[in-house]
């Protein structure tokens, strides 16, 4: 019931989240323009990078399984204070604002209309039955609806909470964290598969989700966010 009142809050006339103007809509189109605007980043893992520079030095020593991350935003204010009531506080309804502002970004329509498959990031049945329901389902049913599978990458073991874990305590927690169902790894096999998840904070969630669909033979691996979390340190 709480999901559902919260989803039809979202369709009715409110003040914008952010900037408080009424009537609006949850985000308003100036606010948009002001906190959702796209920045030169990593055509890798998503980070800030300066202007023509297509890839970072990280990824250039290392390259990840992904061949394409593309993030809306950097998971500070608002975005933060945006998320974490969409995914903490019980709050599905902002799954279609959130959506749209991921929409907004000029690779987001052409990742998801040449990926054979869109993927949410799952949650192992413990976190799920914590928050209800799965916040990156939500936002990719609403940016591909037809090609939506929530059945494929599943989360069979449920690792401990990643924050304040480096890059590499969190790639060895994640170890066996994700599976392809395997009576649908056929549906895999020679795709080009595109992850939907709502923050990348270092990317191993994403990468351990790609090189599993990579073992069973998917093609391409790419991955659209709504937030990437900034290194630290990072002005």
């Not at 189109?29 to 990078?49: E, I, K, N, T, W």
């Not at 300066?50 to 250039?60: E, H, K, S, Y």
């Not at 060895?172 to 649908?184: E, K, Y």
């Amino acid at each position: 019931m709480k999901r559902l009142f919260s989803a039809l809050l979202g369709l009715l006339p409110s003040q914008c989240a952010l900037c408080r103007a009424w009537p609006n809509a949850v985000l308003c189109s100036a606010c948009l323009d002001q906190f959702a605007v796209a920045v030169p980043r990593c055509r890798r893992c998503a980070l800030a990078v300066p202007p023509g520079q297509p890839i970072c030095g990280g990824c250039l020593r290392d390259p990840p399984p992904l061949d394409e991350c593309v993030a809306a935003c950097d998971y500070e204010w608002p975005w933060s204070a945006c998320v974490s009531r969409f995914k903490f506080a019980g709050e599905a309804g902002w799954a279609t604002p959130l959506a749209a502002v991921l929409q907004r970004h000029p690779r987001a329509t052409h990742l998801i209309d040449t990926a054979d498959l869109v993927l949410p990031m799952p949650l192992s049945l413990e976190r799920l039955r914590e928050r209800g329901f799965n916040q990156s389902l939500e936002l990719a049913r609403r940016l591909a609806p037809g090609r939506c599978n929530p059945h494929v990458l599943l989360r069979p073991i449920h690792t401990p909470p990643q924050s304040g874990l480096s890059r590499a305590d969190r790639l060895r927690n994640l170890r066996g964290a994700f599976a392809v169902a395997p009576d649908l790894a056929d549906a895999v096999r020679g795709r080009r598969v595109l992850l939907i998840d709502d923050v990348m904070t270092t990317g191993a969630s994403l990468s351990a989700a790609a090189q599993v669909l990579r073992q069973v033979g998917a093609t391409q691996v790419t991955g659209l966010v709504l937030a990437r979390t900034p290194p630290p340190g990072w002005t």
